[in-house]
Every structure is written in structure tokens, then in C-alpha cells.
């Protein structure tokens, strides 16, 4: 939790850093000297941390300056505060820059700490390896959170594109079933118009011939209205045959194909669904398909469970799967969007996303009131 507190606030943790290197360097520096030096060298020495992320170069030129010139001054060296400040600038600069400021900083460090180990390659060596190891780590912090973040924005454009892909398909199901209303009522409306001026020419001279068009006109309103319907539940384009759809009543036969194919479906039925509106059977009888080709092609899944529950105002629909889960929403294509699609044209409810106990889940509310027989 501190740690997390910390993490949102870096000026607060930068100030106890601050004071943390502040306190151990007055500890080094009061062994050399009295107080008042002590607290004057560590002063000098710390307090440029404080902005060690607004602005790492300066900052570690001051501490090196500092460094030195207690070095020189009076003899001894305090590691820490130029190790935080080389750690900052390879965390918070881009590399080359980094990179050119820690080695000017090493080198301008080499002469003083050459000089304070009297010239012995050892500890000389160590003093300029422990110098050189917050380059590295902080090197190495950067390079992280730099991929952390390209992951994350990654991440983010994906699911945008997703969203816009949604929308964009969305869009073309509802342009295509506006195409169609077009032509259909455009098409269907024309035909009446002629029929019914012909019927009004000969209805007095000709009452046979004027049955024969209003014959006419009510064939073409039938068909009209059966095209509609069949649009206005969300048909693809290669679902449209002449024969009549189907229903509810045909689920068996659809378990039984898509047990053959190799998914063992589970089918459960509650309530009476002989009479229902003819958009909702036939919508009713897609979402469960679809979401069955789902579950076979894209899910993987082999074993499923479908629920079909009629109440007093509403059809009840759930389609649950074993397959890998959500990720398979994404390859679904236009089948999620579609079954979306045909729920929302009847003012119902759509749900697909994990099931409770993994797999995928497709659950769909049809009411009734109001529906088109």
C-alpha cells in the first residue's frame, strides 16, 4: 500500500529518497568532519535529488560538482547521492543522452577518486564499477517501462480497432437491411399503384378483370409483407430462400445435424412454443443456430447446452459452450453482430460474453408484446 501511495505521488518519494541519502551521508560525512561540515556537505551533496526526475542531467551535474569538490576539499568519498543521480538520469533520459551524461560524469569522477584511493587499481576500479551498475539498472528500467508502455498503447489501438470493426459491421448489416426494406417496399408499392389504377379502369366495365388485379394487389402485399419480415429479422443475404424459414419447431433437427458434426448439444425446452409470432420463432431459431456454429467452428467446444423458455411475455434463449472462452467472441465475425442485431430489431435483450463456469455463453430475450405474427 505505501508502496502504491508512493508509485502515485514520485515528488513525495522523491523527497524521502532525498532525505534517506541525506541521512546516510551525513552519517559518512560527520565521521570525517564535525557537524557543521557534515550537514553542510550532505546538503550540498543531496538536496539536488530533489529533482532528480524534472530535470536528471542537471541534477546529476550538480551532485557530481558536489562530489568533487568534497573529494577534493577534504579527502573522502560518499558514494550514494552521484549513484542515485547516475541511476536517474539512464531512468528518465533517452539513451544516447544518458549515455553521454553518465560517462562525462564518470570521467570528471575518475581523477578525484583515482586520486583518493592513492592510485591503487583495485579499489579504484570497484569505486568506478559501483558508479557504473546504476547506469546499467536504470539503462534497464527505462528499456522496460518503454516496452510496458508500447505494450499497453498496444493494447488499446487493438481494442479500438475492435470497437471500430463492431461499429463498422454493425453499420453495413444495418445499411444492407435498409437496402433491402428500399427495394422491396419500392418494388412492391410500384406493382399496387398500377394494379389498383388498372382495378379502378374496368371496375365498372370490367368487374373480372378488376377482381383479377385486386387478386393481384393482395398476392404482391403478401409477398411484400413476407419480405419484409424476413428482412427485418436480419437475414444475410445467402440466407434468403424461397422456402418457408424455419422455427422453433425444427430445433431437433438442428441438434441432431450439429451433434453429427461433432458438438453433443444438450436441448431443454420449457413452455408452450407452438404459437408463437413468426419474427420471433424464426429469429429465436437463428440466434440458437448461430450460436451453436459458434460454439463448433470458432470456440472448439464439444460439448453445449440450449435452453429455450417461453413465459408469459418473453422467450427465453441460452446457448452455453465448454469451448476457450471469450477470446472466441472475436473470431466470431458478423455471427455475435447479427445475433445482436436480430434481438435489438425486436425491442429485446443480448448478452454474450464467459459463462460462470468457463466456455461461452449467448443468452438472448425475445418479448412478445408487440411482435409481428
Not at 274 to 293: F, G, H, K, M, N
Request: hydrophobic letters at 50%; charged letters at 25%.
Amino acid at each position: 500500500m505505501v508502496w502504491d501511495h508512493l508509485r502515485r505521488h514520485p515528488l513525495l518519494a522523491d523527497a524521502l529518497l532525498t532525505l534517506l541519502v541525506g541521512t546516510a551521508s551525513v552519517g559518512w560525512a560527520v565521521r570525517h568532519h564535525d557537524k557543521a561540515y557534515g550537514i553542510a556537505l550532505a546538503l550540498v551533496q543531496t538536496a539536488p535529488l530533489l529533482f532528480r526526475r524534472r530535470a536528471p542531467v542537471a541534477t546529476l551535474t550538480a551532485v557530481v560538482a558536489a562530489t568533487i569538490v568534497v573529494m577534493s576539499a577534504w579527502g573522502y568519498f560518499a558514494p550514494i547521492p552521484a549513484a542515485v543521480a547516475l541511476y536517474s538520469v539512464a531512468a528518465h533520459c533517452e539513451r544516447r543522452r544518458a549515455a553521454i551524461a553518465g560517462g562525462i560524469a564518470l570521467a570528471a569522477l575518475a581523477i578525484p577518486v583515482g586520486r583518493n584511493v592513492g592510485g591503487d587499481f583495485g579499489p579504484f576500479a570497484l569505486h568506478m564499477i559501483a558508479l557504473a551498475v546504476p547506469l546499467i539498472l536504470g539503462d534497464n528500467l527505462r528499456t522496460r517501462r518503454a516496452h510496458l508502455l508500447a505494450v499497453e498503447e498496444r493494447a488499446q489501438r487493438l481494442e479500438r480497432e475492435r470497437e471500430e470493426h463492431a461499429r463498422r459491421a454493425a453499420a453495413e448489416e444495418q445499411a444492407r437491411i435498409a437496402r433491402e426494406l428500399h427495394d422491396i417496399v419500392a418494388h412492391s408499392v410500384s406493382v399496387m399503384v398500377v394494379q389498383a389504377a388498372a382495378a379502378d379502369d374496368v371496375f365498372d366495365t370490367r368487374p373480372d378483370r378488376a377482381r383479377e388485379a385486386l387478386r393481384s394487389i393482395e398476392q404482391t402485399g403478401r409477398s411484400a409483407l413476407g419480405e419484409l419480415r424476413r428482412v427485418l429479422q436480419g437475414l444475410r443475404p445467402d440466407d434468403a430462400e424461397l422456402a418457408p424459414q424455419p422455427g422453433l419447431a425444427r430445433l431437433d433437427a438442428l441438434v441432431g445435424l450439429v451433434s453429427a458434426a461433432g458438438l453433443s448439444v444438450e436441448l431443454e425446452q420449457e413452455g408452450d412454443l407452438t404459437d408463437l409470432p413468426a419474427s420471433v420463432d424464426v429469429s429465436a431459431y437463428r440466434i440458437v443456430q448461430e450460436a451453436l456454429t459458434n460454439a463448433l467452428k470458432h470456440a472448439h467446444a464439444t460439448t453445449a447446452r440450449v435452453l429455450v423458455r417461453r413465459t408469459a411475455d418473453v422467450v427465453e434463449l441460452e446457448v452455453a459452450d465448454n469451448g476457450v472462452g471469450p477470446e472466441s467472441s472475436a473470431s466470431g465475425g458478423h455471427g455475435l453482430i447479427g445475433m445482436r442485431e436480430r434481438t435489438t430489431l425486436l425491442g429485446g435483450e443480448f448478452r454474450a460474453g464467459a459463462g460462470e463456469r468457463g466456455g461461452f455463453t449467448v443468452r438472448a430475450l425475445l418479448p412478445l408484446t408487440g411482435a409481428r405474427a
